[in-house]
């Protein structure tokens, strides 16, 4: 067994642990997870360091290393990269160094134990270093993948047990360098803010090759020249360069002069905060009013997009130098996982490599941020119903709308209070004439007939019978004038029935069928749910109540099937808003209507492929859109007419003749009260003959 001092953990320079170097094809020399006790110690340490001390500490050594390795005899083309090189390393991580960032330490096997050691020595890692070690199976490709995922698996565990992380590689294997690049940013190791040194022996004309893996990464190639005494040259490969261009050259290494940087040149550049080489990619696209709308301009040719989002797509495209073609997904919709694992859609061209980005919007949702990577927030936005609206019609029990319910129980008390002031006046005037059961109910069929406006004889009544009874009148006459007059207006008014504000109402309904998005995030949603009213809303699918259509469907959805009142589309609010304002447009009329209930509410934003660093530069600049309120601006610009049947009335005014159909409900009334009278005469006839 033999050791080495990998694990080092400096904080005012002093040295914590020493690890062990067990015999394997891959295994970690050292690692960067130490127990609780060592890094309390070492949090302790490192508040009593001033700060201007440790980054001086952290310079001196980096430049005794650089010093002492560019003295230390080494043989031309001894293949030692890692010695060589390292120093040139230790000054770059010096230069550029993000404090609380563990080192991680990648070499193919083909160094030797005792590059190694200097090689961890040399760099600046205060907070930790762990080294891994994997050596390619010759031969067999499959195999050597295998080793490098499980080297991978390691380096993600320091990765979440970490700020962050610095990774440097060693090699002079091109299958190596370039595999490890992919396996690491398709894993999310190699993120952008994951800075990557790669260090090779390699000749620079054999750089391109390991171009388009280290491109997409923050990562500079630190090439050793194998002379003696060393010198070194630091690379930075541009994303979206032509496969033979040539890396920039951003520094250069020598044991005396150190680093020095090329004029006008950074390590570790921001590569995409404007692409140098304003290179053509590939958007995934397709129509979603008012969002997007999409032209075909003939075969072979381009597509042409309107929209809001266009609009933001050519601001991105300017600020990020960039141009673009549109690419519409074969089945034209957002994206849904399948059962065997692939996606449908917009997200499955960004997931397969097919287009750079998608423009959407999309919907953000746990499952697809599995498969892409969501930009900035650009709107939210709410699930509604939009139902046709019914014919107007006049309310058949409408003479009972013009008092409201407290009035007629206040008019009912009054008849009461008025029979009860009269009893009571009789019994106090002639307590022998006490009103029995008789004369109460004779009493009140006078006042019912008063209301119903039938003739009273007031013979043989008192005075203050006669007051009452007058009193009475003049409440009855006042009400039923009122009455009288209210009912006439509202004869005249047309109800616009609106039956379906919430989904339990139109899954009550089973003469209406439900119209959904297809490839949405509700299909996926409604594929998930397990329970509730949405899991009710799957299963309409096989009663036949449920289907899906594209978004370019939607105008013959709203024409063909809404508006005969057969179906009802359920979908985004936007999206209704913009059918709604495109009808009345064309027709003068509100024919639809939106419901009161919202439903999955949803953010929205573009998608980039995964862990992709011009996702968060396309995020940089939408939050700029976003905030400025100017993406909300071209929205209302992009619906004509929108606020025109958004709120639209429930209830119209007309001129015309009154018919059965609209009064039958009085109609009802007068023979029910008839069928009750009726009843009434034979039980009486009835009583009088037994």
Same mark, same amino acid.
């Given at each position: ?12 320079? *002093? ?11 891959l ?25 201007v001390?440790t980054k ?9 290393v ?34 609380? @960032? ?22 600046p ?6 080294v !891994? ?24 565990? %320091? ?5 962050c ?11 190596f360098?370039?595999? $490890? ?12 803010? =994951? ?18 893996a280290?491109?997409h ?9 194998g002379? =003696?005494?060393?010198? @070194? ?5 541009? &994303? ?22 090329? &004029? ?7 590569k995409?905060?404007?692409l140098?080489w ?8 397709e ?5 997007? !709308?999409?032209?075909?301009?003939? &075969?072979?040719?381009?597509y ?13 495209? /300017?600020?990020?130098?960039? /141009?673009y ?7 034209g919709? $957002? ?10 859609g ?8 097919e287009?750079d ?9 746990t499952?697809?941020a599995?498969?892409?990577d969501?930009?900035?927030?650009? *709107? ?15 309310d058949?029990?409408?003479?009972l ?5 407290d009035? $007629? ?7 009461g ?22 004369w109460?109910?004779?009493?009140? !069929? ?7 406006q ?5 013979r ?30 509202? *004869? ?23 119209? $959904? ?5 509700y299909v996926?949603?409604?594929m ?6 949405f ?21 013959h ?30 027709s003068?009329?509100?024919?639809f209507?939106?419901s ?9 934003a ?7 660093? !011009? ?9 700029? %859109? ?10 209302d ?8 049947c958004v ?16 009064l ?16 009434a ?10």
């Amino acid at each position: 067994m033999t050791k080495l001092q990998g694990c080092t953990w400096w904080g005012s320079n *002093l040295r914590m642990d020493v690890c062990p170097i067990p015999r394997s094809p891959l295994y970690p020399i050292s690692h960067c997870l130490p127990n609780t006790r060592q890094v309390w110690m070492c949090l302790s340490i490192l508040r009593m360091s001033a700060w201007v001390g440790t980054k001086l500490a952290v310079y001196c050594v980096a430049l005794l290393v650089s010093l002492s390795i560019g003295e230390a005899p080494r043989p031309r083309g001894s293949g030692e990269p890692l010695e060589a090189a390292g120093a040139a390393a230790a000054a770059v991580l010096a230069r550029a160094w993000q404090p609380h @960032c563990c080192v991680i330490l990648l070499t193919d096997g083909a160094a030797s134990t005792h590059a190694v050691t200097k090689g961890v020595e040399q760099l600046p890692a205060p907070w930790g270093a762990t080294v !891994l070690e994997t050596r390619p199976a010759p031969g067999n490709s499959n195999r050597s993948v295998a080793l490098l995922g499980e080297a991978l698996s390691h380096a993600l565990r %320091v990765r979440r047990a970490s700020w962050c992380v610095v990774v440097v590689v060693v090699s002079d294997n091109i299958f190596f360098l370039v595999k $490890w690049a992919e396996l690491g940013i398709e894993s999310g190791l190699l993120a952008w803010p =994951t800075r990557v040194v790669a260090i090779t022996g390699l000749p620079t004309t054999r750089l391109h090759r390991i171009h388009l893996a280290y491109s997409h990464a923050n990562s500079v190639v630190v090439v050793s020249n194998g002379n =003696t005494p060393p010198r @070194c040259t630091v690379w930075v490969h541009q &994303p979206f360069s032509p496969p033979n261009a040539r890396a920039a050259q951003v520094a250069s290494w020598s044991p005396l002069r150190g680093l020095s940087l090329v &004029p006008r040149k950074i390590l570790f550049p921001d590569k995409f905060h404007k692409l140098a080489w304003g290179p053509t990619l590939v958007v995934a696209a397709e129509e979603y009013p008012p969002h997007v !709308l999409i032209s075909d301009t003939g &075969p072979g040719q381009d597509y042409v997009l309107t929209g809001p989002m266009e609009k933001l797509l050519r601001i991105l495209s /300017t600020q990020l130098n960039f /141009t673009y073609t549109i690419k519409r997904p074969p089945d034209g919709s $957002w994206g849904v996982l399948l059962e065997d694992g692939s996606w449908t859609g917009m997200v499955g061209m960004v997931n397969r490599k097919e287009a750079d980005m998608g423009l959407g919007p999309f919907a953000v949702t746990t499952i697809r941020a599995t498969a892409v990577d969501y930009t900035r927030t650009i *709107l939210v936005d709410y699930g509604r119903i939009l139902a046709g609206s019914g014919k107007p019609e006049v309310d058949p029990w409408g003479f009972l709308l013009p008092f409201t319910p407290d009035v $007629w129980l206040a008019f009912l008390a009054a008849m009461g209070a008025a029979l009860a002031a009269i009893a009571f006046l009789a019994s106090c005037a002639a307590p022998r004439l006490v009103a029995p059961t008789s004369w109460l109910s004779g009493r009140t !069929l006078m006042y019912m007939r008063v209301v119903l406006q039938q003739d009273v004889s007031a013979r043989g009544m008192r005075w203050w019978e006669r007051l009452v009874l007058g009193a009475w009148m003049v409440l009855t006459l006042v009400l039923m004038r009122s009455y009288a007059g209210t009912l006439m207006s509202l *004869l005249a008014v047309r109800q616009i029935p609106q039956p379906f504000q919430d989904l339990r109402r139109l899954l009550d309904d089973p003469d209406v069928t439900m119209v $959904w998005e297809a490839g949405s995030m509700y299909v996926q949603f409604l594929m998930a749910v397990t329970s509730g009213i949405f899991r009710e809303v799957r299963e309409a699918e096989s009663l036949g109540r449920l289907v899906f259509v594209k978004t370019t469907d939607y105008n013959h959805v709203l024409d063909q099937m809404v508006r005969r009142g057969t179906h009802a589309f359920v979908g985004e609010y936007l999206s209704s808003r913009v059918l709604m304002a495109n009808d009345f447009s064309a027709s003068g009329q509100c024919d639809f209507y939106a419901s009161r209930a919202k439903f999955l509410p949803f953010m929205f934003a573009m998608v980039g492929r995964r862990y992709s660093p !011009l996702v968060p530069a396309l995020s940089a600049r939408i939050g700029s %859109v976003t905030e400025a309120g100017l993406y909300d601006s071209w929205l209302d610009a992009a619906i004509p007419n929108d606020t025109s049947c958004v709120a639209a009335p429930t209830k119209v005014t007309v001129t015309s003749s009154l018919g059965l159909v609209n009064l039958w409900g009085m109609f009802t009334m007068l023979g029910s009260g008839a069928a009750v009278a009726g009843l009434a005469l034979v039980g009486e006839v009835l009583a009088g003959h037994l």
